[in-house]
């Protein structure tokens, strides 16, 4: 009788803890689709008129808080998301990867407990602007078949890291407080 209570108890916990998880990532992944559809300024001056968008922002902040799965979910999940519906259809498979690699890496570089500073929050979000750069860079290259146009995105990609950044790092000590109070925590 006692296994089987020590048994209920750890499925419990797991399912508890498989229904936080599903709820936290869906909430991020609409908070980078919300941020990235309706948060956003398309630039006149890129060749594939680029768009700057704030959807780094609560994907930063989801994979720092809660973890390379929920980061890597929210951002190829989110973005990708916004592609398909928002015309940029052609770009939603690079998206999907390209975001979905920052996300996890980012969550990646924050989880372990000694990298929960601000130091290591620059370090995986320059992480994630590399990706990103290189990513669009490839992509680009891939879709139009040119490897000189691509560079006139760069700066658009730089601005929209930098300034998700400066926000991230503004937000994210008193979120990660408030995620730790109420008891959420990072999903491995």
Known sequence: MANTNVQTA???????????FLT????????????????????????????????????????????????????????????????WTLWAPFTFVIVGLMGFTVGKLTEDEKHQNFKWYV?????????????????EVVIYGNPFSPVTSIPGNLVQIGVAAVITLI??????????????????
């Open 24 to 87: 936290v990532t869906a909430i991020f992944v609409a908070l980078t689709y919300i941020f990235t559809a309706f948060i956003n300024v398309r630039l006149p001056i890129a060749a594939n008129g680029g768009l700057i968008h704030l959807g780094n922002v609560p994907l930063f902040i989801g994979a720092i808080i809660f973890g390379k799965k929920t980061g890597a979910i929210a951002g190829g999940v989110g973005m990708g998301l916004f592609d398909l519906l928002s015309g």
């Open 10 to 20: 750890a499925n419990d916990r797991e399912f508890t803890s498989s229904v936080q």
């Open 171 to 188: 937000v994210i000590a008193p979120l990660n407080v408030a995620a730790k109070r109420v008891g959420l925590r990072k999903f491995k």
């Open 123 to 139: 370090i995986a979000i320059a992480a994630a602007c590399v990706i990103k750069v290189v990513g669009y860079y490839i992509a």
